[in-house]
Each structure stands twice: as C-alpha cells, then as structure tokens.
C-alpha cells in the first residue's frame, strides 16, 4: 500500500494564496484520482476537490487542485483566504482495490 | 434534507464489542455504498470499510480487518459496524458518509464517540 504525507500545519494572512502539498509515498501519484475534504473544528468533513481539480457546486472557484508528476504531489491551492477558511485539510486517494487512503491532515490557520 | 444519524458509541472495556448504528434519511440509502471513517482525538481521518449497495461486497481496512463486520439494512435504512475484539487504538470518532451518487463523499454523518479505556 501507499502512505499521502501532508504538512502538519501551515499559516497565511488573510487575502493571500496558500498552497498545501500531498506527497504519494510509493506508486504514481497520477495513477488514482486525489480529493482534498475540509474539516472546520467540531464539524464532519467536506468535501472541496475531487478528481484531482474538480470542485462540487457550492465550493468557491478560490480552490482549486492540481497534481504535479514530477513531485509525485497533489496540491490544494486556496487564493483570497478568508477566516472562514481556517481548518484542517485532509488529501485522499484510492489504493489498487479502489480502497480509500487519507493523508495526515494539515490544519490551515489564517490570522 | 439528508441525515446521517450515527448512535452506539460510548465506553467500552478492552476485549468487549460494540455495535455502532448509522440511520439514513433523505435519499436513497439502498442505491449507494457506505463508508465508515473514523478519527481519532486529536488525529486525522482513517477510513474503516465499505459495503456495496446491496450489502454483496465488503472491504475493510487492514488495522480492523478480522474485527470488524459492516453491514445494512437497506429496508431500514440503516448501517452497521459489529465491532469486537475492542483495542486501546480503536478508540474514536465514528463517521458514517456516503457517495451518495457522487465521486466523492457528500454525505458524512455527525460522528458517534467510542472510547476503549478500562
């Protein structure tokens, strides 16, 4: 199996651009779609790119994914933060038997 | 409106079980998988198992496999974990959530608490 390696937190101002990583241990990152779900504290997850850069209606075009072969990465790309925004970022992929796999998890402070 | 409404949870001994109950409502629970995931205090999401639509396939992830039992009543509409066997490490937020349709999960129940501690 493979492991999603995630920061464990990051911090930006609001109205600026943030970029949060998710690196495949073993295997292609390209091989299997990347999710991104937002989770704000004390509520369930949500869902904010799925396929790799596809967003559910209702998300904000501010988010946006993206995979990067060469760094075997996936990135979920935030543009004019809001404090609405502060959470925690989980990354989640599919092993060979379509089986979901979770990052760690970085938790985005905005002050 | 849906609703994922999970119950069972609490304080359980280490070795003893727990039925964990996931109760579906504003869509339609029998056409779709479900999935438990579960988090830890403090820690990230960790997915648990799956179960098909009609309840014919199951998966499991491998830190509960042998332990755990997922199953449904698609006439009840309602969802479960049989959990046995119960460790120090399985203790947990339990989330229920389905695809619901979807390529992603939409559907995330509020989370039900099980704390293994003797």
């Known amino acids: 199996n493979f492991v999603l390696t995630q920061p464990h937190s990051v911090s930006e101002s609001p109205g600026k651009t943030v970029t949060l990583s998710c690196t495949r241990i073993?295997?292609?990152?390209?091989?299997?779609?990347v999710l991104w779900y937002q989770q704000r504290p004390g509520s369930s997850p949500t869902n904010v790119i799925y396929?790799?850069?596809?967003?559910p209606s209702g998300v904000p075009d501010r988010f946006s994914g993206s995979i990067d072969r060469s760094s075997n990465s996936a990135y979920l790309t935030i543009s004019g933060l809001k404090t609405e925004d502060e959470a925690d970022y989980y990354c989640q992929s599919y092993d060979s038997n379509s089986l979901l796999v979770f990052g760690g998890g970085t938790r985005l402070t905005v002050l | 409106q849906v609703y994922l409404v999970e119950s069972g949870g609490g304080v359980v001994q280490p070795g003893r079980s727990l039925r964990l109950s996931c109760a579906a409502s504003?869509?339609?629970?029998?056409?779709?998988?479900m999935h438990w995931v579960r988090q830890a205090p403090g820690k990230g999401l960790e997915w648990v198992a799956l179960?098909?639509?009609?309840?014919?396939?199951?998966f499991y992830a491998d830190s509960v496999k042998g332990r755990f039992t997922i199953s449904r009543d698609n006439s009840k509409n309602i969802l479960y974990l049989q959990m046995v066997s119960l460790r120090a490490e399985d203790t947990a937020v339990y989330y229920c959530?389905?695809?619901?349709?979807?390529?992603?999960?939409?559907?995330w129940g509020q989370g039900t608490l099980v704390t293994v501690s003797s």
């Open positions: 073993s295997g292609t990152i390209g091989s299997n779609y």
């Open positions: 396929e790799d850069n596809q967003r």
């Open positions: 959530a389905s695809p619901g349709g979807r390529r992603y999960l939409n559907y």
């Open positions: 179960t098909s639509y009609d309840g014919s396939n199951k």
């Open positions: 504003g869509f339609s629970f029998r056409n779709y998988a």
